[in-house]
Every structure is written in structure tokens, then in C-alpha cells.
């Protein structure tokens, strides 16, 4: 009785962290959103950027969050065939976001190597571009994963113990042999996560190695910079990765980098991107005034 009580305790209290986080991450991206936008000071490409990512992170957050927070209070713990193809095919679409970040990195390296032509070179309709061209490519490859797991054949119960679906999962529950179908279809997702954020990388090290030979001031400023999106690439990129390039499956790691890539990652952009900005935090002081 007494294990019993310490186990609903300790359900309770993850209940309320996880439905803590979920409200923060929202909340705190739904403010960079409405800030970014509406106040005219932010009307750069950055904060043009910004803004996008944060869009995509609280979409991101509303996929799985939920599901974990309905499953602390029910018994039947378990995601339908629909419910899971839904939440593949919205995940692989907010894959665009690495294209996003990469996007972030040349406007990052325009700006700190190139700022008397930055304006010209990231002008809006260039950022407009670049973020279709983003989302373009997560739809696109989106449904290339969807139009090959729609076509098994599955058998059993149509229903998968989890709260969070994705590719390799389902694999494994078709009749059928999927060893070489799951490598290839955990290439398709863990070669471009592998090959953006080496990209990323390159980008932000060449970004401080150029700075670094013209000026010492120039170094700590492009540090400051820099470091806050290298925390948010190597914290985004590192589960995804793990999750498809590790070959060997263990279901509480698995569940633990999907609770780590949907719940605690999203919360990264406002925590790391917005709160060390004084632009943005002036921003939102200007926004509360109004309200």
C-alpha cells in the first residue's frame, strides 16, 4: 500500500511538471510570436526567423505533451494507428525545422561577417522564401515517409502501447521482414538530421574563426551570439540522431529522448533564444505597457 501511494505520488508530481512545462513552452513561444511581430523594432530578419522557429516549436510541444499529460489520469495508455500516423506525419513535416536552423546559421554569418550587406542579402522577401523553402521540404518528406508505412500490411491490434509514434515503431509491428525497410527508412530521416548538423556546426565555427582574425570585440560578440544557438542545435539534433542513426532499439531510452526532443526541446527557444535578448525582453516590457 505504501509502494502504492509513493507511485501516484511521483505520477502526480510528473503530471504537474510535464502540464507545467507544456503551458510554459507555449505560452512562452505564442509571446515571441505576437512580440516578434507586432513591434516594429523587430521587424528584422533575425527576429523574422525567430519567430518562425518559435511557431514551429509550439507545434512541435502540442503533439506529444498532450498525449503524455491524458495519460497520467487514464489506464488505457495506448495510441491508435490514426492518432499515430497523424502525429508521424505532423512530426516529419516540423522536420523542416533543421532547415529552419541552418537558414538561422547564414543569417547569423551575414550578419557578423557581412553587416554592412546584411540587409540587402537577407531582405524579407529572401526570408519569405527560405522558410516556404523549409516547410516545402518537411512536407515533402513527410509524406515520402507516409506513403511507404501506409502501404504495410499489419496485423493485431491496431493500437501501440506508447505515447509517442514514430517510423521505427511502426516497423517493427508489420507482418512482414522490416529489418532493411527500417534502415532505410531510418536513413531518410537520420542522414539529413546528421548532415544539417554537421552543416550547423562548420557554419558556426567558420562563423568565429572569421570574426576571431578581425577583431577581438568582434569575437565576443559572435560568441555571445553563436552560443545560444549551438546549445539549441546540439540539444535539438542530439536525440533526433541517437533516436535514428543507434541501431539497437531500448524502449525507456526511446521514450526518454521523445519526452527530451517534444517537451524540453520546445522549451529551449524562449528559454535560451529570448530571455538572455535584452531586444526582446524590451520588447515584451513595450507589449505589457500597451496591454
Given at each position: 500500500?505504501?509502494?502504492?501511494?509513493?507511485?501516484?505520488?511521483?505520477?502526480?508530481?510528473?503530471?504537474?511538471?510535464?502540464?507545467?512545462?507544456?503551458?510554459?513552452?507555449?505560452?512562452?513561444?505564442?509571446?515571441?510570436?505576437?512580440?516578434?511581430?507586432?513591434?516594429?523594432n523587430l521587424n528584422t530578419p533575425m527576429y523574422f526567423l525567430l519567430g518562425n522557429l518559435s511557431f514551429v516549436d509550439m507545434i512541435l510541444a502540442s503533439l506529444v505533451s498532450p498525449k503524455i499529460i491524458v495519460n497520467f489520469v487514464k489506464k488505457h495508455k495506448t495510441i491508435s494507428f490514426t492518432?499515430?500516423?497523424?502525429?508521424?506525419?505532423?512530426?516529419?513535416?516540423?522536420?523542416?525545422?533543421?532547415?529552419?536552423?541552418?537558414?538561422?546559421?547564414?543569417?547569423?554569418?551575414?550578419?557578423?561577417?557581412?553587416?554592412?550587406?546584411?540587409?540587402?542579402?537577407?531582405?524579407?522577401?529572401?526570408?519569405?522564401?527560405?522558410?516556404?523553402?523549409?516547410?516545402?521540404?518537411?512536407?515533402?518528406?513527410?509524406?515520402?515517409?507516409?506513403?511507404?508505412?501506409?502501404?504495410?500490411?499489419?496485423?493485431?491490434?491496431?493500437?501501440?502501447?506508447?505515447?509517442?509514434?514514430?517510423?521505427?515503431?511502426?516497423?517493427?509491428?508489420?507482418?512482414?521482414?522490416?529489418?532493411?525497410?527500417?534502415?532505410?527508412?531510418?536513413?531518410?530521416?537520420?542522414?539529413?538530421?546528421?548532415?544539417?548538423?554537421?552543416?550547423?556546426?562548420?557554419?558556426?565555427?567558420?562563423?568565429?574563426?572569421?570574426?576571431?582574425?578581425?577583431?577581438?570585440?568582434?569575437?565576443?560578440?559572435?560568441?555571445?551570439?553563436?552560443?545560444?544557438?549551438?546549445?539549441?542545435?546540439?540539444?535539438?539534433?542530439?536525440?533526433?540522431?541517437?533516436?535514428?542513426?543507434?541501431?539497437?532499439?531500448?524502449?525507456?531510452?526511446?521514450?526518454?529522448?521523445?519526452?527530451?526532443?517534444?517537451?524540453?526541446?520546445?522549451?529551449?527557444?524562449?528559454?535560451?533564444?529570448?530571455?538572455?535578448?535584452?531586444?526582446?525582453?524590451?520588447?515584451?516590457?513595450?507589449?505589457?505597457?500597451?496591454?
Amino acid at each position: 500500500m505504501e509502494q502504492l501511494n509513493h507511485s501516484q505520488d511521483i505520477k502526480f508530481l510528473l503530471f504537474v511538471l510535464v502540464s507545467v512545462i507544456y503551458v510554459a513552452t507555449v505560452l512562452g513561444n505564442l509571446v515571441i510570436v505576437v512580440t516578434v511581430f507586432y513591434i516594429p523594432n523587430l521587424n528584422t530578419p533575425m527576429y523574422f526567423l525567430l519567430g518562425n522557429l518559435s511557431f514551429v516549436d509550439m507545434i512541435l510541444a502540442s503533439l506529444v505533451s498532450p498525449k503524455i499529460i491524458v495519460n497520467f489520469v487514464k489506464k488505457h495508455k495506448t495510441i491508435s494507428f490514426t492518432e499515430c500516423f497523424t502525429q508521424i506525419f505532423l512530426l516529419h513535416l516540423l522536420g523542416g525545422e533543421m532547415v529552419l536552423l541552418v537558414v538561422m546559421a547564414y543569417d547569423r554569418y551575414v550578419a557578423i561577417c557581412k553587416p554592412l550587406h546584411y540587409l540587402t542579402i537577407m531582405n524579407l522577401r529572401k526570408c519569405i522564401g527560405l522558410v516556404v523553402i523549409s516547410w516545402t521540404i518537411g512536407f515533402v518528406h513527410a509524406m515520402s515517409q507516409m506513403v511507404v508505412i501506409m502501404q504495410l500490411p499489419f496485423c493485431g491490434p491496431r493500437e501501440i502501447d506508447s505515447f509517442f509514434c514514430d517510423i521505427p515503431l511502426v516497423i517493427k509491428l508489420a507482418c512482414m521482414d522490416s529489418y532493411s525497410l527500417g534502415i532505410l527508412m531510418n536513413a531518410d530521416s537520420g542522414v539529413p538530421a546528421m548532415t544539417c548538423f554537421i552543416v550547423l556546426l562548420i557554419s558556426y565555427m567558420y562563423i568565429l574563426f572569421t570574426v576571431r582574425r578581425s577583431s577581438k570585440t568582434g569575437v565576443s560578440r559572435a560568441l555571445s551570439t553563436c552560443t545560444a544557438h549551438i546549445t539549441v542545435v546540439v540539444l535539438f539534433f542530439g536525440p533526433c540522431i541517437f533516436i535514428y542513426v543507434w541501431p539497437l532499439s531500448i524502449t525507456w531510452v526511446d521514450k526518454f529522448l521523445a519526452v527530451f526532443y517534444s517537451v524540453f526541446t520546445p522549451l529551449l527557444n524562449p528559454a535560451i533564444y529570448s530571455l538572455r535578448n535584452k531586444e526582446i525582453k524590451n520588447a515584451m516590457k513595450r507589449f505589457r505597457m500597451f496591454l
